[in-house]
């Protein structure tokens, strides 16, 4: 049996002691240690393991500010997490940064070692081929995303395929990690459900594993390959941006299955663990209600965290004072002493995208987005646009979006040139995607995250290209002599 099963092993084995005299587990048991990864529960039960690392629910706060705190969209002040995202804000994080190591390296990785002991072990387990072929697909999709995320943080990283594999692992190359994240997916999706019928929300299915591939391929810009993904996406006639306006998309009572604009989320509850962290840091400080968004009603037994959770000024006005999206952004309040306070300058605007009646402390129960129908849409758009220019399928798909958002539609007198619709795009991508974590990845692709750090007063000798990957977390460096830091970083 593989190394995970010695894990399960001892985990098992310590757990029973302490209750010996009242519960005899004979070896015949399907929880006999030599038994635990050949039955469909114990296999499942990995699987499932390697979901919950994937969707962390806290830690989705730090990685939605990882990646928008270091644009043009989104600031950050005050509290302890100050302290970590002032470095993101000024480009002078290090590899010693808390958050690489706890919120972006090691979940992921974590999720990479449950899914190799289930690709490992499923050949071994007593259940049904059909079973069986869905639980591999799903381990590799899982396994294949996490590295996807690696990479889009860090490079090319170790690819650790099995559990077995030694602690030093050197990275690796660019067409090694691409070719693996890509051939991961095309190997899983024929042998996923289709949307819908996944026995889960949450699970994959062929749409949104061909999401995060088609984003994959977007993101290193294989533009006729992403498009090709999307438009499969587009054709299982599935899926909708048409079904809620915006200001509703996010409610909690509009999520699951219902809800065809999510192709995938990190499921939230209000509880403890499994919580949506997000709106205790976005909301104001003494903050008592808004007459933006009077449905949401403020009750003492929700936190407001010391840390605040802003939206930049310049960014919040280049939206369209009609847009609704803007119905979720926060530029005023009333505070406990019934003062109206004004926040949309000095870059404090707030971000209520994931607002819950029902919070309790800091648990909201509002699913966090991974992959949106409207991303899809968009990232159909930017391809064509990229092989050969606006067209009107690109038109037609951008205005999707923003018939949704109450915006006239864009036209070929505004945006005619690959350039002039590029920009359009990416502006609507940014008014669109407030608070999930996309921000960063966008402006790499469209080349301005450097530019317009240094724009807004961000060091030129701190915004170098180095900046475009996050550094390899120095625990990392240390427990493995074979992986090389990112150039730049000490």
């Known amino acids: 049996m593989k190394k995970i099963t010695q894990y399960i092993t001892l985990l098992l084995l310590g757990s029973l002691s302490s209750c010996s005299d009242v519960l005899d587990v004979t070896p015949n048991s399907e929880f006999a240690p030599g038994n635990v990864l050949t039955t469909e529960a114990g296999i499942k039960s990995l699987l499932f393991s390697a979901y919950a690392q994937q969707q962390t629910q806290q830690n989705s706060r730090f990685i939605i500010n990882d990646s928008e705190v270091c644009t043009d969209m989104a600031f950050n002040s005050g509290g302890a997490e100050n302290g970590q995202l002032?470095?993101?804000?000024?480009?002078?994080?290090?590899?010693?940064?808390?958050?690489?190591?706890?919120?972006?390296?090691a979940p992921n990785y974590r999720c990479i070692r449950d899914a190799n002991g289930v690709i490992e072990n499923i050949?071994?387990?007593?259940?049904?081929?059909?079973?069986?072929?869905?639980?591999?697909?799903?381990?590799?999709?899982?396994?294949?995303?996490?590295?996807?995320?690696?990479?889009?943080?860090f490079g090319p990283v170790p690819l650790r395929l099995s559990t077995e594999q030694t602690g030093d692992l050197a990275r690796a190359t660019e067409e090694e990690i691409k070719n693996f994240i890509e051939s991961e997916f095309l190997a899983a999706i024929p042998d996923l459900p289709d949307p819908g019928q996944e026995e889960a929300f949450g699970r994959f299915n062929k749409g949104n594993a061909s999401g995060i591939l088609a984003k994959f391929y977007l993101n290193t810009k294989q533009w006729q390959k992403a498009a090709d993904a999307c438009k499969t996406i587009i054709d299982f006639n599935y899926y909708s941006t048409g079904q809620y306006a915006f200001k509703d998309l996010f409610r909690v009572e509009n999520e699951g299955m219902s809800n065809r604009e999510m192709l995938l989320v990190l499921?939230?509850?209000?509880?403890?663990?499994?919580?949506?962290?997000?709106?205790?840091?976005?909301?104001?400080?003494?903050?008592?209600?808004?007459?933006?968004?009077?449905?949401?009603?403020?009750?003492?037994?929700?936190?407001?965290?010391?840390?605040?959770?802003?939206?930049?000024?310049?960014?919040?006005?280049?939206?369209?004072?009609n847009d609704q999206r803007r119905a979720l952004i926060c530029?005023?309040?009333?505070?406990?002493?019934?003062?109206?306070?004004?926040?949309?300058?000095?870059?404090?605007?707030?971000?209520?995208?994931?607002?819950?009646?029902?919070?309790?402390?800091?648990?909201?129960?509002?699913?966090?987005?991974?992959?949106?129908?409207?991303?899809?849409?968009?990232?159909?758009?930017?391809?064509?646009?990229?092989?050969?220019?606006?067209?009107?399928?690109?038109?037609?798909?951008?205005?999707?979006?923003?018939?949704?958002?109450?915006?006239?539609?864009?036209?070929?007198?505004?945006?005619?040139?690959?350039?002039l619709f590029r920009e359009a795009l990416?502006?609507?991508?940014?008014?669109?995607?407030?608070?999930?974590?996309?921000?960063?990845?966008?402006?790499?692709?469209?080349?301005?995250?450097?530019?317009?750090?240094?724009?807004?007063?961000?060091?030129?000798?701190?915004?170098?290209?180095?900046?475009?990957?996050?550094?390899?977390?120095?625990?990392?460096?240390?427990?493995?002599?074979?992986c090389v830091q990112n150039k730049g970083y000490n």
């Open 86 to 105: 002032l470095h993101l804000i000024n480009f002078s994080w290090e590899p010693t940064l808390g958050t690489f190591e706890g919120d972006m390296w």
């Open 123 to 153: 050949e071994g387990v007593n259940a049904s081929e059909e079973s069986k072929k869905l639980i591999l697909a799903e381990a590799r999709a899982l396994r294949a995303q996490a590295f996807a995320i690696l990479y889009n943080f």
């Open 267 to 321: 499921p939230c509850r209000n509880e403890v663990d499994f919580g949506n962290w997000f709106m205790a840091g976005a909301l104001p400080p003494n903050f008592k209600s808004t007459a933006q968004l009077p449905e949401f009603v403020y009750q003492a037994s929700m936190s407001n965290f010391a840390t605040q959770y802003r939206l930049r000024t310049a960014f919040v006005n280049s939206m369209a004072e």
């Open 331 to 419: 530029t005023s309040y009333v505070n406990n002493n019934n003062v109206t306070v004004n926040i949309l300058n000095d870059d404090n605007a707030r971000s209520f995208k994931y607002w819950d009646n029902s919070t309790i402390g800091n648990n909201s129960g509002n699913d966090v987005p991974v992959l949106r129908y409207a991303d899809i849409l968009l990232s159909r758009a930017e391809a064509l646009n990229e092989l050969s220019g606006p067209s009107e399928e690109t038109f037609t798909l951008i205005n999707q979006i923003r018939k949704r958002a109450g915006l006239p539609d864009l036209t070929l007198t505004e945006a005619g040139t690959k350039e």
């Open 426 to 482: 990416f502006k609507e991508r940014g008014w669109e995607f407030i608070s999930e974590g996309k921000r960063r990845e966008d402006l790499i692709r469209q080349g301005t995250f450097l530019s317009s750090a240094i724009a807004r007063g961000v060091s030129a000798a701190l915004a170098t290209p180095d900046k475009l990957l996050f550094p390899i977390p120095q625990s990392e460096i240390q427990a493995n002599k074979l």
